[in-house]
Structure formats: C-alpha cells, structure tokens
C-alpha cells in the first residue's frame, strides 16, 4: 500500500483595518489590557455591531487575488457559544453566503515546482479577547483588546499531501496577503494562525480516512512539526488496524505532542442563524471596480520592473516589493530624493535595521517616507556627507524632527565651501611633511592617510570626493612648498 | 405641548413642572410602581438650566423644560437601567441611548427611569424584578406590558410623555389599557442603539402620550437616523406636527376581516363601530381588506422573538457586568448561576425555547419556518394596502384585567394579548394605539397601522380623531395631575 496523508487547512488572518470588524475602536496589537475593549467589543447592554467597510474591501481583495467567486452579497450570522473571551457569548461570522467562494492558490514549491491548492471559501468574522491565566492568584482575567478585530478564514480544499507542502501552502498566502498590505503578518502575535485538517487513507484511490483537526498552530514550523506527528500517528493506529477517532486537538511544541482537547470546548450546535443586526453586504460593481483597481500590480511584475528600471539589485528589490506598505514608501522616498538605488539600499538596509531592532512595521514607522526622501536628497545634492547621513537618520528616528533642523543642530552640514576645505587641507599638508613627500615621491598610497586627516579635522562633514579632489590638486601642484 | 405652551409664556417655569412631576411621581409609587429609579438631581439641575436659558433668551426646542421618563431599557449614562431585572439591578451604562440623546438634546429634564416587564418580556408588567406595575383606572389591574411603567405615568399624569419600546405590542398594547396614544414608529425609525434588545428584528422605540399631538411632537425627538444602528433607516423625518393637520378626505381605512378567534366582546365592538363611524364622518373612506395569515402572528412571533432573544441575553453571564453568583465553583457554575438568580421564569422560559427552535435539527421546522410565514404577513399587508391607506383594528382583546389573573401554568394565555399587535412588528410598519372609550369602565383603544414611514398619517388620523371627541381627556379618578 502507498498510504496518503490528506491535508486541509484553515488560515485565521487578522485583517488590517484601521477598526475593529464592527465599531470604531481602534485595531492594534498589545496596550494595556482593555484599553482598546469599547461598549461595542464589551457587548454592553444596547450596543449594535456595524459592519467595517474597510474589511469587507480587504476581503474582497483577498478574493481577487485569488481569481476566486466574489460574492456580491455575503450575509452574517451569529454562532453561539458561551466562552470568557466572547462577551456576547457569540461570534458573528459568515456561514452560507460568505465573502467570497472557490479559488486557487499557485504555492511555489522549494524544488522550483508549483503546487495548486484550491480554495474552498472564506468567510470574515470577528475575533475573540483572550483570557489571561498567570495575573491574579486563582483568578482568571479577560483581556478585550482583541476581541471583535476583523478575520477572514481561508478555508482550503484538502489539496496537500506533506507537511512540506502544508507549509508551503501556508507561506504562499502568507505572503500573499503581506503583499496586499490586508496583513502584518506576525505569527508571533498571532496575525495569522491555522487549524489543520488531517487524514491518513491507504492509497490515493481511496475514500479519505478520517480526519482529525489541529488547532491554533500559530507558526510555519510547529505546522510543519504538528501535520507530520499526528499524520504519523493515524498512520500507526491505521496500521495496526485500529480507528482513527475524530477529534480535536492542540500541538505542544514544548513536548513535542498532540493531544485531544477538552471536550467542553468543543461544543457541537452553535445554533447558527443570520444576524438581525446587521444587513446584508453587498458589493456592487463600482465599489468592486475600485477595490480591484487599488490593488497592486502582481508582486513578480514589480520587482522585475525595480531591477529592470530602477538598478535595484534582486534582493532589495524583493523586500521593498514585499507589501503595498513597503512600496508606496518607496516610491515617495525615490521621487523625493531622485536616485532609486540609493533609496532602496537606504529601505533595505537603515530603515529595515532601525524597524527589526524596535520591532515594528513599516506602517507604524517613525519615521515619514518625506522625511528620508528628504535626507537622502540632501546626501545626493552633497550636503551632508554618508557618514553624516547616517547620524541624521538615527537621531531623526529616535527623535523625529526636520532634516534641516538636525543637520544644523549635529553641526553636520557638510563643507562644501572650498575655502574652508582649502584651509583644512592646507593644515593637513602642513603638519605632515613626511607624507606629502612621500606622496610626491610617487608613494600616492598616503593619499588615503592624508584624506582621512582632513575627514578628521572636519569630523566627518566634509564631503569625502571634494577632499580628495582639492588634496589631490594640491599635491600634484608643481613646486613644493605649501606656504611660500 | 400644552406645558411646552405654558414655558414658552413665562407662565411657569421647567423647574416648577420637573418639580411638580417629582412630587407626582413619589406620591404616586405606593400606588403605581411605575419608577424603578427617580433622578431629581440630574431632572431639576437640566430644568434650572433650561430656565436660565430661556431667561436669557436663548432659543430653545418646542420641548425644553417640559419633563419626562425613559422605560428603563433605554441605557442612561451614569443612571442605572435596569431592564425590569435583577440581572441588571447593578448595571450603570458608560454610554446614552441614542433615544436618551436625542431627549437630551430637547433639553427634557428626565425624572426617573421607569418599570418594565423583564427585558421586555411580557404583557401585564407583572415579569418585573421591581414587582408589578398598578393600572391607574384601577389599582388592581394590570397596565399591560411590558411598556407598564410608561403608560402608568403618564396615564397618571405624573409626566406628559415617556418613551417605550414595542416587540410585539409592548407600547400600544398598555397605551390601550391605561387610555393612552401609543405609538411604534416603522422598524429603523427611530434608532435601537442603547436600546436593551429583546430581540433585535422586531424592536422598535416609541412614546406614549395623552394625545397624538403630543405624541407628534415627542416622536420628532427620537426619530430619525443613527450610524451606530445599521438597520436604522436614513430617510429624512417629516415634520409630524405639520402633518398632524393634513384633512382626512378621501383616506382610505382597511377594516380586515377576522376570523373567530379574534373576537371581542359586544361593549367593545360598539366603541370601535362608533370610531370607525366618526372617522366617516370626517371624510374618510372605509374599504374591507384581507390579512388571510393573521392567525399565524403570535406563533410566528413565539418563535423569532425567542430566538433571537436566546443569542441577545447571552451577554449576561456574570462574567463582565451585572449579577454574578457567589463562590461559583468553576465556569460552568459561573455561568448556570449567575443566568438562574438573574433571570427571571419568563425570561429564562423564552431562553430555552429560542435555543430550542435554533437548535440543529429542528431550526428548519421552526426558526427557517417561521420567518418564511414571516415573509407571508409581510405580503399581507402589502397588498391590503394597495387597496388602503391605513388599517383599524382593536388594540386589545378585551380592557385591562386583574393582577395575577393570568399567572398560570399556562403563559400561552398572555401571549395572546399581542394578537392584534404583532403584525405590524412582524411586518416592520408603524401603528399606534388610541383611546375610543370605555368598557366596565376600563379604557380601550383602537389601532391603526400604517404604510412604513407613514407616522405622520396615522397620527393625523388620530389627532382629527381627537379634535372632535373627547375620550383621550378623561383621566383617572384620584390621579388629576396636570402633566398634560
């Protein structure tokens, strides 16, 4: 028998919307607990939910990318259930009629292959507040922030076969919703998490076996990890000819197990029906036409174009055309500054340094794309030196502020007036006698040296090029000594 | 208006009325029980302001100063709303209802908030966590329900008007009983944001005055758009007080044809032969009309009601806000505690059947069902009112009755006290209650039910109705008070 492992899997992806799914508070990671929990989230007495046009458009998007059935109407409907984290005690979400139907997923598969997965359909639903174990002695604590911030569950055909694929799979949307800026994408906060839907049968032919579903994995690996033990798993009992029990259960990556979940949070009848709060939403040709219009270009198009146009290498061209986000920054900052390859280098390196080390997004980045453009800009025009640079765009990140201002308040303003420069060099040339001999001797390795006592004199403002210029004019001037 | 007449002269002043009312209404709660809380403090401090402002001369709305009471399910910041429960007996809302704004805005001091049937179940005021509510004509009747605590202020005339809400009959039913004009505006009328929901489809705030005037003017308060609620309509509201004095020539009234089971008693029929009559004689039309599934309202209202009641009261589980039991032993414990002291029988009885009629297995036969015989009222009154302008009915079955007298096993009984009523719930259109005289010396009152958004029509058949007879000015004998 050639046995098959048979994988489904379920996506949560945390929209990206300015507000929660349905009232205005405000959709953010962290804060102190309940900070962001308003009367709606809180399911005070008479609050309403209303729908958050911005992530039904981002779901929409998501469809699109996906060449999937948009559904011109989607409907919601409230699934009951009574947990701490959902103050309602239900969830809206969407059953019958969701945002959008079938569609595909191209995953690129590491050996250069591509692997079809289909898309069953998604639906957008609200997400639950969390429960906090470890803050008051034998007392739990409900923490609102997250409840009621917009996801859309992408729920796949049973499409994969490996692990290896599962992964894949997951990475593809992954960074297809990345792209389409609908996602920050951080696992670790649980941006996107996924259930796994498992099942082992003997042969390809055969009807599918049994499935069991894996909850809440919330990183690429542990999907990978949890997918290949529990498949091994039904592959042993299947040998040994027992049954597969359908059940849920939750990976520990600590012991490296499965385990079935209790049985109380795995209610059955969610009494589903349609929410009498909220109406029907439906998408009309006009605003389908703009949500497709203010997508992107496909990702492949637009880095080709950056290599091809722009000079950008092949790596910083992928990671300023990662998302939306990151290529509208950009774009600003090389209209700005005028010289592309000089604002993708700074993107991919400064600023995508300066974001990892404080942890943050691009979006919620410190500092505005006019501000580098600015300070690039300046670097280009010669009036601050690379090193200088650099000092500005760490202070102006630590604290915003106008370039100008801070070039002048560092004292970083480059000397680009020759006479002043003239003067440095002339200093230089005559309190080292030796090099400048040297150098005339034909040794024009010490022009380096030289070089560098002026950048030293200038603390690092003068332009290093106009150095070497005025030095080597200087130097190479017939007749020997400075001051006569 | 009469009283909003009396400020606007200088010939007295809001704090004399806010303070009369005061009085009124604590002389009065041995009697009635319709406060559930009085709010002196916060009603006599708007007066004074009021009255400061008009002193100054200041422009103010028609209503500023006149004094009032919210039913209290309207959530009031900072003022406990109870809804009639012992759930909520603690619960003071961080937000106002959209209705209270609105009152605020009128600058209507408000006295208290008044007692209700539980979360608005019921039909006698008996289901109060605050005890029954006494009919003013005779103290050992009920005032109908669940609105009980309105309609006995102001039928009592402790304020000229109050707010209430309407599921099934909840405002025009106690209009009826206590000889009040009771109006439910269309579904999406008036905003339910802040507004305790029952359930959701059926919910519609309103008022009840002595008269359509009143009614009119009070109506204009409330009425009208609110994002917060997305099955608020966004139409714009027509001035009811102008409308009031549109002729009633060649308006035609629908009397449906009813079957046997919606007899009433002889005494009864003559009131309502003599109103029809008297709005003959002003000019209107009468044209026979047919509603073949009228018999089916109050089973299908039994099922939506509660169903969508099992998912609203889901929210009250002890854990974020209201009552909590003591020393719960785990979640579970928590949860079937806390719901069982804070609910009521009726409430938890309504409870169980809408999780029944939801429930997998038997949601097609009952939940999907009825909204397809829904869906068949609607269709009724449709075409009725292609051949009519407004349809008459009776309000009630019969005058107030004992309380107490329908506390049997069997609360089927008083569920049939929304016979006539629930149509227009089910089917989302206005109707208002109006008084038309006297059996055994109990008021009764007749309906009419308009086109959606035709509240202005319905109370312009009121006020002609009014104009020329004079049932709606009696008052009960030991209750004078000038709130009129």
Same mark, same amino acid.
């Given at each position: ?32 607990? #309940? ?46 259930? !009574? ?26 598969? %590491? ?35 997250? =409840?009621?911030?917009?996801? @859309? ?42 259930? =796994? ?66 049985? *109380? ?28 219009? +203010? ?8 880095? /080709? ?24 920054? !950009? ?45 690039? /800009? ?53 309190? #080292? ?52 | ?38 709010? %002196? ?29 919210? *039913? ?40 208290? *908030? ?10 006698? #005021? ?22 009980? +605590? ?33 109006? *439910? %505006? ?110 089916? +309202? ?25 009552? /909590? ?65 407004? @349809? ?93």
């Amino acid at each position: 028998m050639s046995w098959q492992t048979v994988i489904g899997l379920e996506l949560h992806i945390q929209l990206h919307t300015r507000s929660k799914l349905f009232c205005g508070s405000p959709n953010a990671f962290g804060g102190a607990p #309940n900070s962001r929990a308003g009367e709606v989230d809180s399911a005070l007495p008479g609050t309403l939910p209303v729908i958050n046009r911005e992530a039904v458009g981002m779901a929409v998007q998501l469809g699109l990318a996906l060449g999937a059935e948009i559904n011109r109407t989607s409907v919601f409907v409230r699934k009951n259930y !009574f947990y701490p984290d959902l103050p309602k005690n239900y969830q809206i979400s969407q059953l019958q009629e969701p945002v959008f139907g079938a569609g595909t997923v191209e995953v690129p598969m %590491p050996d250069g292959g591509t692997l079809s997965v289909r898309i069953n359909h998604a639906h957008l639903e609200e997400d639950a507040g969390r429960l906090v174990h470890d803050v008051f002695a034998e007392r739990s604590a409900v923490d609102l922030n997250r =409840a009621g911030v917009p996801l @859309i569950e992408v729920v796949s055909e049973p499409d994969m076969h490996s692990p290896e694929e599962a992964v894949a799979y997951a990475r593809a949307l992954h960074r297809i919703v990345r792209y389409l800026g609908i996602c920050s994408g951080n696992l670790s906060r649980g941006e996107l998490r996924c259930d =796994a839907n498992v099942s082992v049968r003997p042969d390809p032919e055969a009807p599918l076996g049994t499935r069991t579903e894996l909850k809440n994995i919330n990183s690429f690996r542990f999907i990978g990890r949890a997918i290949e033990i529990e498949a091994a798993r039904q592959l042993r009992i299947l040998k040994s000819g027992g049954e597969v029990a359908p059940q849920t259960l939750l990976f520990d990556p600590d012991r490296d197990i499965v385990q079935p979940m209790r049985e *109380k949070d795995t209610e059955s009848d969610y009494r589903y029906f349609p929410d009498p709060d909220l109406l029907p939403v439906y998408v009309d040709d006009d605003w389908l036409e703009e949500l497709r219009s +203010g997508m992107p270009a496909p990702q492949d198009e637009v880095i /080709r174009r950056y290599e091809e146009e722009f000079g950008l290498t092949d790596q910083v061209a992928r990671q300023v055309a990662a998302d939306v986000h990151s290529m509208d920054y !950009f774009d600003r900052v090389r209209t700005l500054c005028g010289d592309a390859a000089l604002a993708g280098n700074w993107m991919a390196g400064a600023l995508t340094g300066a974001l990892h080390r404080d942890g943050l997004e691009l979006e919620r980045c410190p500092m505005p794309a006019e501000t580098l453009g600015e300070l690039l /800009r300046t670097l280009v025009q010669g009036g601050i030196s690379s090193s200088a640079a650099k000092k500005i765009f760490e202070s102006l990140w630590s604290e915003p502020g106008s370039v100008d201002e801070r070039i002048d308040r560092l004292g970083l303003r480059a000397l680009t007036d020759s006479d002043a420069l003239k003067d440095a060099v002339e200093a230089v040339i005559a309190g #080292n006698p030796g090099q400048v001999e040297q150098y005339r001797a034909g040794r024009t390795k010490v022009l380096g040296y030289l070089i560098g006592q002026v950048m030293q004199a200038t603390g690092g403002t003068a332009d290093a090029k106009t150095v070497n210029r005025l030095m080597r004019e200087r130097l190479d001037q017939p007749g020997g000594d400075p001051q006569s | 208006m009469q009283l909003a007449r009396s400020l606007r002269q200088g010939e007295t002043t809001s704090e004399a009325l806010t303070e009369a009312a005061l009085t009124r209404a604590r002389a009065a709660q041995d009697d009635l029980n319709a406060f559930v809380t009085l709010c %002196p403090d916060e009603a006599l401090a708007e007066a004074r302001s009021v009255d400061a402002e008009r002193a100054a001369g200041a422009a103010l709305g028609p209503l500023a100063g006149v004094p009032m009471a919210h *039913k209290d399910l309207f959530c009031t910041e900072g003022i406990r709303t109870t809804c009639g429960s012992r759930m909520l007996d603690n619960f003071i809302p961080p937000y106002d209802a959209h209705v209270v704004e609105r009152v605020k805005a009128a600058r209507m001091p408000v006295i208290g *908030k008044l007692n209700m049937d539980e979360f608005a179940m019921g039909s006698s #005021n008996e289901n109060s966590y605050y005890g029954a509510v006494h009919n003013p004509w005779d103290l050992r009747c009920s005032p109908g329900g669940s609105s009980g +605590g309105s309609a006995a202020a102001v039928a009592a005339g402790i304020v000229p008007g109050a707010t209430g809400t309407d599921t099934g009959g909840s405002i025009r039913q106690p209009a009826a009983l206590c000889n009040l004009l009771g109006i *439910k %505006p269309s579904y999406g009328r008036v905003s339910r944001y802040g507004m305790v929901a029952f359930a959701s489809s059926l919910d519609q705030g309103g008022v009840l005055t002595r008269n359509a005037e009143d009614a009119a003017a009070l109506l204009q308060v409330i009425a009208g758009h609110d994002a917060r609620d997305a099955t608020c309509i966004n139409a714009p509201v027509p001035d009811y007080l102008a409308e009031l004095r549109t002729p009633l020539e060649g308006v035609r009234i629908g009397l449906p044809d009813f079957g046997d089971g919606h007899a009433i008693a002889p005494a009864y029929r003559e009131l309502l032969e003599a109103c029809i009559e008297q709005l003959r004689s002003l000019g209107a039309e009468t044209v026979s009309v047919q509603l073949p599934n009228a018999d089916l +309202g109050i089973a299908i209202y039994y099922v939506i009601a509660p169903a969508e009641a099992s998912a609203n009261l889901a929210r009250y589980d002890g854990v974020h806000y209201g009552h /909590r039991c003591e020393n719960p032993a785990d979640l579970q414990d928590l949860y079937r505690r806390s719901r069982s002291e804070g609910f009521g029988e009726e409430v938890r009885r309504r409870i169980m059947v809408g999780a029944h009629v939801l429930a997998r297995g038997f949601y097609d036969a009952y939940y999907l069902q009825a909204q397809k015989c829904r869906r068949l009222v609607l269709r009724d009154y449709q075409s009725a009112f292609t051949r009519c302008d407004v @349809i008459l009915t009776p309000t009630v079955r019969a005058p107030a009755f004992r309380l107490g007298e329908k506390l049997t096993d069997d609360p089927t009984d008083l569920y049939l006290e929304d016979l006539y009523t629930v149509g227009a719930n089910l089917a989302g259109l206005p109707g208002l209650s109006m008084p038309v005289g006297f059996v055994d010396g109990l008021p009764v009152g007749v309906q009419l039910i308009g086109r959606a958004l035709e509240e202005g029509r319905i109370l312009s058949l009121a006020h002609r109705y009014q104009q020329h007879t004079d049932w709606h000015l009696r008052t009960p004998p030991g209750f004078s008070g000038d709130g009129a």
